[in-house]
């Protein structure tokens, strides 16, 4: 499913607690992408776990011998979230982090932008996919602009063996 066919969704809509872990995640994950975007202007895909209590775990997928494709990446960060969350009954969310291509919200002509992509989940159930748009100038310099969210699909947490 395409961003463009997802609906926006604003985060302080969601429940509190659901809120507030997607926040901490947020907080966590960006700067670790912003970092890389801001030395090497791209990132291989990483993900991260949210415990009870607040702690986040940065979860990076090793690579070997050739480079995989970012979505082969995601695929298995994706399968170490789902054994993470079925071992482990503390885990409250989850997030993939990568660089996209996205369509923002209420701009039907606009061209896709590159953007930071958070696709956040908890173990209730909610799924949410912020985006930070940015570009980068003659300079060199990254600029970001506003941040929107929308609708995301469950990946993790709707895995056999996951905690609901």
């Excluded at 791209?42 to 979505?71: M, N, S």
């Excluded at 979230?81 to 923002?104: H, M, Q, S, Y």
């Excluded at 701009?107 to 956040?120: F, I, N, R, Y």
Aim: charged share 30%; proline share 5%; glycine share 8%.
């Amino acid at each position: 499913m395409s961003n463009s066919e997802t609906s926006v969704v604003d985060l302080s809509e969601i429940p509190e607690k659901t809120h507030l872990a997607f926040e901490d995640l947020l907080n966590h994950l960006l700067p670790l992408a912003l970092e890389q975007l801001a030395e090497r202007e791209k990132f291989v895909p990483f993900g991260g776990c949210l415990y009870e209590g607040g702690d986040c775990q940065v979860v990076i997928k090793k690579i070997g011998d050739g480079l995989p494709t970012p979505g082969e990446v995601i695929e298995q960060l994706l399968e170490m979230l789902r054994d993470a969350t079925g071992k482990e009954r503390n885990i409250v969310a989850t997030c993939i982090v990568k660089d996209v291509k996205a369509d923002p919200p209420d701009q039907e002509e606009t061209e896709s932008v590159d953007a930071v992509a958070l696709e956040m989940e908890d173990r209730s159930g909610w799924a949410a996919t912020t985006y930070l748009p940015y570009a980068f100038g003659a300079d060199g310099q990254m600029a970001q602009d506003e941040m929107w969210a929308r609708t995301g699909e469950a990946r993790v947490f709707e895995a056999p063996g996951a905690v609901r």
